[in-house]
Each structure stands twice: as C-alpha cells, then as structure tokens.
C-alpha cells in the first residue's frame, strides 16, 4: 500500500485549501478511506470518512466547511477545506484502515 498526499500549506484563517492523495498497492474502489489529522498535542482524529460507494461522514468540528472526495478511476481522494480555522492545524493523512501515507502540514495563522 502506498499513501502520498499534496496540496497542505500555510493560509489564513477563513482561507481554503485543496488536499489530494494518490493511492496504489490495492484495489482502490474496493475500500472505504478516510483523512485523519494529527495537531500539535492531540491524538490523531478523524476528519472525514468516504465508502465504497461514495458516502460520507464527517467529524461535527468540520461539518459543513470540509468535503471528501474520491475519483476511482485515477485513484484519487481529496479533502476540500473551506473556512479554515486556526485548530484545523495540523498534519493530515489520507488513510486506509490504519494504514497512512507521510501527511501533509496544514497550518492556519489567525
């Protein structure tokens, strides 16, 4: 299995960014994935989840300003981030069960 994210980076609160990953090693279609974030002092935690068949659930701190994505036929998730907020700091990983890529850093300056 093999997890690469992009598109992290540094914006201002009420700003937006666009988080990608490509994933090869499994069939991708076959899985529900997820993006997780690891912020300074805190465990890791579960922003968004999508199924096999493009449901999706998010945590109640991203409701409404995150939306997850997946493109099957290139083998693409995506984590749309809109209205950022100074706690959406962190590293975030795109995710397949307990199995991550290296994360991308997300940081939001008041």
């Known amino acids: 299995v093999h997890l690469v994210e992009s598109g992290g980076g540094l914006v201002q609160a009420g700003g937006s960014l666009r988080l990608s990953c490509t994933a090869s090693g499994f069939v991708f279609s076959q899985n529900g994935l997820k993006w997780a974030r690891q912020s300074p002092g805190k465990l890791l935690e579960r922003v968004a989840y999508?199924?096999?068949?493009?449901?999706?659930t998010y945590a109640d701190s991203v409701q409404g300003r995150f939306t997850i994505s997946r493109d099957n036929d290139k083998n693409g998730l995506f984590l749309q981030m809109n209205n950022l907020k100074p706690e959406d700091t962190g590293i975030y990983y795109c995710m397949r069960g307990s199995e991550r890529g290296q994360g991308t850093q997300v940081t939001v300056s008041s």
């Open positions: 999508i199924s096999i068949d493009g449901r999706t």
